[in-house]
């Protein structure tokens, strides 16, 4: 019964993490100390996304008109944290060198508009820095660059050189790269101008500890509709909560009788 218990259990967790981990497009951010992986799936009005790195540090990407030496008018997506505060994502705009250093992004809520990033869960676990988010492919937002058909060109930097978790200077651990979001990999159709309500079917991500969105009180589409993948977390919590109560019933029950067999 043991055995079978634990094979059982063994094969929902490896199904569970397929299930989980299964994006449609992925690249390696290179040219960054440690390299930087992306990898996203694009859905009807949405792009649901990871990016991770070997170290413990922020790490970000943006949408940009210019090239990694002008990061004025990029669309900043940046995770950042530590383990007292929190960790976080939140979006961010360089507009012409207006912030408060000249160099280091606003954020968007700073400059009258509002953050349209939403943090589906992190992980930051043996030097492992990861986080998944989700965005619409157009906000409105006059501070955001729209996720469109064609060749993209994003900046991308990280924290690691200097140990930092939270936004700072880079050094050189910065690069650009040219992306294509929209391939046929998707089930994804050109963005419109207008967005949508509908949600998108890519399930959110298997790592630990979801974060409360920090877009919620501000997206003008919430919800109380769930997901897919919200629907799938809720059924695959009650089946592990229902294994762990069989499991502890079958314990106590053995237990009780290697009770009765030594009073006998």
Known sequence: ???????????????????YCNYANSVILNNVSPNMQLEWTVNSDAIIGRLSINCTCWIAFALTE??????DKSDFIIFQGDD?????????????????????????????????????????????TSFEFERKLVTN???????????????????CAYNQTKLDYHGDNRNSQIVTFFTDNDQSISPSTTSSSASPSVSKSHLISPSPSNSDSNSSDSSQDFSFGEIFSI???????????????????TINKRGNYTTL
Not at 66 to 71: A, G, I
Not at 147 to 152: D, L, P, R
């Open 66 to 71: 210019n090239d990694v030496e002008k990061m």
């Open 141 to 159: 937002d006059i501070n955001d660059h729209p996720f469109e058909q064609g060749a993209h060109l994003i900046l991308y930097a990280n924290g």
């Open 1 to 19: 019964m043991k055995l079978l218990s634990l094979f059982l259990f063994l094969i929902f967790n490896i199904l569970l993490k397929g299930y």
């Open 235 to 253: 059924i695959v919590g009650g089946v592990t909560v229902i294994f762990i109560f069989i499991n502890l019933i079958v314990f106590f029950i």
């Open 84 to 128: 007292v505060s929190g960790w976080q994502v939140n979006d961010y705009f360089l507009p012409n060198g207006e912030c408060s250093d000249g160099y280091t992004p606003c954020l968007d809520t700073d400059l009258g508009g509002q953050n349209d990033v939403k943090l589906t869960c992190y992980e930051i676990s043996n030097g492992r």
